[in-house]
Structure formats: C-alpha cells, structure tokens
C-alpha cells in the first residue's frame, strides 16, 4: 500500500478538489471533508489538525453557518473588521 499523504498535502488537495464552481474555499461539514479526513486518518480529528495548519499559516479558516470554510492563504477573502466599521459610522 502506498504511503499516507500528509495532514497538509491531504488538506490543501481536498480545497482544490472539493470546492465548488465559483468558490475559493470548502465547507468542512457540507462538503464531505470531515468525514473523508476521519475515514482517511482512521478517525483521528480534523479539526485539531486544520487549527494546527491555520496556525501555522498553511491554510486559511474562517468560521460560517455549520462549520468553517477552508481556504488556501492566497484564496482566502480578506476578514472584515465590523468593530471599526460600526466605529466609523458612529463617527468615532
């Protein structure tokens, strides 16, 4: 059997793989990552491992509805800093 891909190269080939038409990032829930990444890695949890990445600057996450969206660093959008844009609009 051949050798395993790593936690990064599984990742980042599941974002380019997975995601949709039109879109830059995956759902880990709707798009099956979860449970592919449990099945692939005998159940280990992907959500302990796609932190690690993120911290390490490997992938991007950004939290939506369900779950998270993962991206690769040059794909992800760009976070909106809602603090100080209610700050501008109250003229502060």
């Known amino acids: 059997?051949?050798?395993?891909l790593s936690y990064e190269e599984?990742?980042?080939?599941?974002?380019?793989?997975?995601?949709?038409?039109?879109y830059k990032g995956i759902h880990t829930v709707y798009s099956g990552?979860?449970?592919?990444f449990k099945k692939y890695y005998d159940g280990e949890d992907p959500i302990k491992v796609t932190?690690?990445?993120?911290?390490?600057?490997?992938?991007?996450?950004?939290?939506?509805?369900?779950?998270?969206m993962l991206y690769l660093?040059?794909?992800?959008?760009a976070l909106q800093n809602r603090?100080?844009?209610a700050l501008k609009q109250m003229g502060l």
Do not use: H, T, Y
């Open 73 to 77: 660093p040059e794909d992800a959008p």
């Open 83 to 85: 603090g100080d844009e």
């Open 33 to 36: 990552f979860n449970q592919a």
């Open 10 to 22: 599984f990742v980042k080939k599941a974002i380019v793989s997975l995601r949709k038409e039109g």
């Open 51 to 68: 932190n690690q990445l993120a911290d390490e600057g490997k992938i991007v996450i950004r939290p939506v509805k369900g779950g998270v």
């Open 1 to 4: 059997m051949s050798e395993k």
